[in-house]
């Protein structure tokens, strides 16, 4: 069963547009939220992430918004750019336990036109 | 600063061939992942090290294994490849953010 389900498995926005990826998570103890960006051929890149005492966090183009009581959160992209086209992941894990792991939502790819 | 280095790049396998996927970190990271990727599917864990001689599953292990000989290695073996193990790999090791290799494109045939 997969802890973390996002949405949509993607999308196509034009340049200057507003991205918006939503992922919904099931465990309670979950208290660390990252995103990743990947490009064909990488690997997955942290891009922002934020933890449950915060309700939005903000880096250049880039926020996380995040609603404890609802276990979901969501990334914004502000003023998509074509170099924004990527794969993007949720995740979350626990930051306090003894593997540390990251559950991964499916992911979802983003396409911007110019 | 290499960070997390994965050999080989690509590869094709036969079915019932074995390899080894390597991968070395140099971050002095204590947690280490293995993970494979398929369209559609996100990221699976395969295996997972919190430290060197200590190894355990994730949540598709089967096909697979793992060895944690020193802090900086994490090497995953396949035995007997089958056509299901064809995905990408991808190595991760982690203190806070978990930085990944450039990943391995694995194909069984």
């Known amino acids: 069963q997969q802890q973390v389900k996002q949405s949509p498995q993607s999308l196509i926005v034009q340049k200057g547009g507003i991205s918006i990826i939503n992922c919904a998570y099931e465990n309670t103890a979950f208290d660390y939220f990252p995103w990743y960006q990947q490009f064909p051929g990488k690997g997955p890149a942290l891009l922002i992430a934020i933890r449950p005492d915060v309700s939005e966090k903000k880096e250049g183009r880039f926020t996380i918004s995040f609603n404890k009581s609802a276990k979901q959160f969501s990334l914004h992209i502000m003023d998509s750019q074509p170099g924004d086209s990527a794969t993007y992941f949720c995740?979350?894990?626990?930051?306090?336990?003894?593997?540390?792991?990251?559950?991964f939502g499916a992911g979802t790819t983003v396409t911007v036109r110019a | 600063n290499a960070g997390v280095t994965q050999t080989p790049k690509f590869r094709i396998l036969k079915i019932g061939q074995s390899m080894t996927l390597q991968c070395t970190q140099d971050?002095?990271?204590?947690?280490m992942y293995w993970y494979r990727q398929d369209p559609g599917m996100g990221l699976k864990l395969i295996y997972y090290s919190v430290g060197a001689g200590i190894t355990d599953k994730g949540e598709v292990p089967n096909g697979y294994n793992v060895s944690r000989s020193t802090t900086e290695d994490f090497p995953l073996r396949l035995e007997l490849a089958a056509p299901s193990q064809t995905s990408v790999y991808f190595c991760a090791s982690r203190h806070t953010e978990a930085f990944f290799g450039q990943g391995t494109r694995l194909t069984v045939v």
């Open positions: 995740a979350a894990s626990k930051v306090w336990s003894n593997d540390y792991k990251l559950s």
């Open positions: 971050m002095n990271h204590n947690y």
